[in-house]
């Protein structure tokens, strides 16, 4: 029980303190837009509403329409309602957009005034299902649907749906002879007893819709209709001054006929925080509480969103004069600003030691290393320690066991030989040590034929034989996607459709596999043959890149095609992807967190800073070290873990460094360090470290408990930092703290060399937190040397406060 205390009291001496800073200011009015930019009315039935913002010179913007002062032409070719544009005559015009002393002028065309085009069932009754909510999986979208009608799921099957609306119980869903009648909009406005109550009222443009439709006989479309293409919402965004304030977005269709219409009244809009910005289904968004919020609009097969700031109305604020180190430091501070924070200081020579050593070589510097770096006074040291540590070998064992995260090396009975892991893992050790362009390494593995030893890199279709997954991994490791919902239906929360889905998949449909001489191996090769069958249209899909066109693959290995488009700068997902995944890695969360979850709704925090790291890691050639350079020499990613009063709040804007605890294998390692022991992993010789673990299936109690990958699944969840109860306790009675502390010559040497308590302190808190004992924690140790006078006791009793202490378990 004495022990006990004792320990505790020594873990109790290690806190972390902070440095509150005040900020302070006004804006000034600077800019007028007016969205859109340009309008194009075709047919009759076509109009336009008009969103007009100012931007002040502080950044905060203000939705002024209503303000505005409209003037057009007497021969306009377009007539105004409010602020919404009609077409009047075939023609063009311009109009003027008047607010104080700014002025715009917006291009008009109309054509085709003439044309009234009948209602079309999946262009204009179909987006009436999807706004109303009736298609969505807790409605009639659900797989079974519900109280007996069954929608497809956010519309992936409009032919389906038709049937079922007009076939199923004929003349009940649909009264072509009494519209009104029709039990299709009998529940919707509520005449009759409906489960998902009254969805709009006989006012509506949607009650009309679809009346109109059910009463020209709800045909179905004929001959090709077009298709949406894209979705745009206006404005781009906004910073809103106090609660209350407002902004009207407006939704721009454009399909493949090359026609665009306004759908601002068919999208249906949600937000991510609607503490701080709400948003209504007319499309107003209402400023809440201080935040930032994602606003989306989905259309169709579409989602598109725009990033809103709330600030307080009275906030006075003042920019400090922080210069930035680089491009990336200017783009956080871009956000910043906008955000009304104030980033914290740059962290001290100690803390920047420790995190700079653990983030690039998975280990902690040595006490020699320590004196060295504080006692050198060249302002450029940083920078200089930052090269150095790039080009130890130990950067490159840490970077093999990432990547072989994300590629899954582990052994699979059947399938993944042991040799052949080891062989796959030398292979990646062997790319990341000479620096190979990571687009080079990427083609190398997706195109991979051959023998399983002879050609390593093949060993990747062995950890997963099914098409339909592998396509799934290699979307969600290169680009960052999670396109396993659109497998059976179109993707909730994204862009993707089942067309995407089994378009991405055939291009691994001609996978082939079969048995070598030696029967550990398999040979991989292009079948040259076989294809994806749609389930819905039960027709063979062609091979299409994500996102991009159906690709050309006759005559050639269809792996090959997808993986010189998906390793280029075609591919507008690939670069931003691994630098987020790197960024990830050095500041504890991903630009988009996670980093393999990238969709509409999971915005990035700073879309121009990841723009600007996927262009220059592009331009680099994928020169992976030059990107570890440019990240870790910003001021953003030295910055101190210590808030200030603007940024105390701040969990995701890079304003302050985030406390990051140790991943299973470097925290392993550290422990194993500071204590001068010894592991012994399965497969490697004793002394090896545990980021050098080929294999995903080995693993101690230690690693397991802490949260080591088994690679089973490439998805970045499989490393787990959190810290939780059963780490607290292996650490404070489990054997392997206890037990390296008790083998550890750290404490033998010191008690055969007769060091005094004071500088074995000093030593075992510069090995442990590479920093000095503070006066306090002196004052403390000395006293309870003074009680104890078993100095082994007293030694290893302080060796296990500090490596059960919150400073040494995480990154600062």
């Known amino acids: 029980m004495r022990r006990h205390s004792h320990r505790i009291a020594l873990l109790a001496l290690v806190a972390l303190t902070a440095a509150p800073v005040t900020v302070a200011t006004a804006a000034e009015p600077a800019k007028l837009f007016v969205f859109p930019e340009s309008v194009d009315l075709t047919t009759g039935a076509d109009r336009q509403p008009l969103v007009?913002?100012?931007?002040?010179?502080?950044?905060?913007?203000?939705?002024?329409?209503?303000?505005?002062?409209?003037?057009?032409?007497?021969?306009?070719?377009?007539?105004?309602?409010?602020?919404?544009?009609?077409?009047?005559?075939?023609?063009?015009?311009?109009?003027?957009?008047?607010?104080?002393?700014?002025?715009r002028e917006i291009p008009i065309k109309a054509s085709r005034v003439e044309s009234h085009p009948d209602l079309s069932f999946r262009l204009d009754v179909m987006p009436v299902f999807m706004k109303s909510g009736c298609n969505m999986g807790s409605c009639h979208g659900a797989a079974r649907g519900k109280d007996g009608f069954r929608l497809s799921l956010f519309g992936f099957d409009p032919e389906g749906d038709y049937y079922r609306l007009t076939?199923?119980?004929?003349?009940?869903?649909?009264?072509?002879?009494?519209?009104?009648?029709?039990?299709?909009?009998?529940?919707?406005?509520?005449?009759?007893?409906?489960?998902?109550?009254?969805?709009?009222?006989?006012?509506?443009?949607?009650?009309?819709?679809?009346?109109?439709?059910?009463?020209?006989?709800?045909?179905?479309?004929?001959?090709?209709?077009?298709?949406?293409?894209?979705?745009?919402?206006?404005?781009?965004?906004?910073?809103?001054?106090?609660?209350?304030?407002?902004?009207?977005?407006?939704?721009?269709?454009?399909?493949?006929?090359?026609?665009?219409?306004?759908?601002?009244?068919?999208?249906?809009?949600?937000?991510?925080?609607?503490?701080?910005?709400?948003?209504?289904?007319?499309?107003?968004?209402?400023?809440?509480?201080?935040?930032?919020?994602?606003?989306?609009?989905?259309?169709?097969?579409?989602?598109?969103?725009?990033?809103?700031?709330?600030?307080?109305?009275?906030?006075?604020?003042?920019?400090?004069?922080?210069?930035?180190?680089?491009?990336?430091?200017?783009?956080?501070?871009?956000?910043?600003?906008?955000?009304?924070?104030?980033?914290?200081?740059?962290?001290?020579?100690?803390?920047?030691?420790?995190?700079?050593?653990?983030?690039?070589?998975?280990r902690l510097p040595a006490p020699e290393e320590y004196e060295r770096f504080l006692a050198n006074k060249n302002p450029d040291k940083r920078a200089k320690l930052i090269d150095e540590l790039i080009e130890q070998k130990e950067f490159v064992e840490l970077w093999v066991m990432k990547w072989a995260e994300l590629l899954q090396v582990r052994t699979v009975r059947n399938r993944v030989d042991p040799k052949g892991m080891l062989l796959y893992h030398a292979w990646l050790k062997e790319r990341i040590a000479g620096n190979v362009p990571i687009d080079q390494m990427v083609r190398e593995m997706l195109s991979a034929n051959g023998g399983t030893f002879e050609n390593p890199p093949t060993n990747y279709y062995q950890a997963e034989q099914d098409s339909l997954k592998v396509a799934e991994n290699v979307a969600?490791?290169?680009?960052?996607?999670?396109?396993?919902?659109?497998?059976?239906?179109?993707?909730?929360?994204?862009?993707?459709?089942?067309?995407?889905?089994?378009?991405?998949?055939?291009?691994?449909?001609?996978?082939?596999?079969?048995?070598?001489?030696d029967p550990r191996q398999q040979i991989i090769y292009n079948r040259g043959g076989g294809d994806v069958k749609h389930p819905v249209t039960k027709k063979n899909v062609a091979p299409q890149f994500l996102g991009g066109a159906v690709a050309d693959v006759k005559g050639k290995d269809r792996r090959k095609v997808l993986a010189d488009w998906l390793a280029s700068p075609d591919n507008p997902y690939f670069a931003k992807n691994l630098a987020n995944i790197v960024w990830a890695h050095f500041l504890g969360r991903g630009i988009i967190d996670p980093v393999d979850d990238v969709r509409v709704t999971n915005p990035a925090v700073n879309q121009p800073l990841l723009d600007e790291l996927g262009e220059r890691f592009t331009k680099t050639g994928y020169d992976f070290k030059e990107l570890v350079r440019d990240i870790c020499n910003s001021r953003t990613y030295q910055l101190s873990t210590r808030s200030n009063d603007s940024n105390a709040s701040d969990l995701s804007n890079f304003s302050h460094a985030h406390v990051r605890r140790m991943r299973a294998e470097v925290l392993l390692d550290s422990v194993t360090q500071v204590t001068e022991t010894s592991d012994k992993f399965s497969g490697l010789p004793a002394g090896a470290r545990a980021v050098q673990i080929p294999d995903g299936n080995t693993s101690t109690y230690f690693l397991t408990t802490f949260g080591?990958?088994?690679?089973?699944?490439?998805?970045?969840?499989?490393?787990?930092?959190?810290?939780?109860?059963?780490?607290?306790?292996?650490?404070?009675?489990?054997?392997?703290?206890?037990?390296?502390?008790?083998?550890?010559?750290?404490v033998k040497q010191a008690l055969a060399d007769k060091v005094e308590p004071k500088e074995f302190l000093r030593d075992i808190t510069i090995r442990c937190l590479v920093r000095e004992p503070?006066?306090?924690?002196?004052?403390?140790?000395?006293?309870?040397?003074?009680?104890?006078?078993?100095?082994r006791a007293l030694y290893e009793d302080a060796f296990w406060a500090l490596l059960n202490s919150r400073e040494f378990l995480f990154i600062q």
């Open 476 to 517: 969600q490791v290169f680009m960052g996607m999670r396109i396993q919902c659109a497998q059976c239906h179109n993707h909730p929360f994204d862009r993707w459709t089942m067309d995407d889905y089994y378009g991405f998949s055939a291009f691994f449909s001609q996978i082939g596999r079969k048995r070598s001489d």
């Open 708 to 746: 080591r990958a088994s690679r089973e699944t490439p998805c970045s969840c499989e490393v787990k930092t959190e810290p939780n109860l059963s780490q607290a306790l292996h650490m404070l009675n489990g054997n392997t703290i206890d037990g390296k502390i008790r083998q550890s010559s750290v």
């Open 52 to 103: 007009v913002q100012v931007e002040y010179a502080d950044g905060v913007t203000r939705d002024v329409t209503a303000e505005a002062k409209f003037e057009l032409p007497s021969d306009a070719c377009a007539s105004l309602e409010d602020t919404t544009l009609h077409p009047s005559r075939n023609g063009e015009s311009t109009l003027k957009v008047r607010y104080k002393k700014l002025t």
């Open 167 to 362: 076939r199923e119980l004929a003349g009940r869903r649909i009264n072509v002879a009494s519209p009104e009648r029709s039990m299709l909009l009998e529940k919707s406005v509520g005449a009759v007893s409906h489960t998902g109550g009254q969805r709009f009222d006989e006012q509506s443009e949607y009650y009309e819709t679809l009346r109109r439709w059910v009463a020209s006989g709800a045909v179905n479309d004929t001959g090709e209709v077009a298709t949406c293409t894209e979705v745009e919402v206006f404005p781009p965004g906004g910073v809103l001054a106090g609660k209350g304030a407002a902004q009207k977005l407006i939704v721009r269709a454009t399909y493949s006929d090359g026609t665009d219409r306004d759908v601002t009244n068919l999208a249906y809009f949600m937000t991510n925080n609607e503490t701080s910005a709400a948003v209504s289904q007319s499309g107003q968004v209402t400023a809440g509480e201080r935040g930032e919020a994602f606003v989306t609009a989905r259309f169709g097969t579409h989602t598109v969103g725009v990033p809103f700031i709330v600030v307080p109305e009275d906030q006075s604020f003042e920019w400090p004069g922080i210069e930035p180190s680089n491009y990336i430091d200017e783009l956080v501070h871009a956000k910043l600003k906008n955000l009304r924070m104030t980033p914290s200081e740059v962290c001290t020579d100690e803390e920047f030691l420790r995190r700079v050593h653990l983030d690039i070589i998975g």
């Open 774 to 791: 503070t006066d306090k924690e002196t004052e403390r140790f000395l006293a309870e040397a003074e009680q104890l006078e078993d100095r």
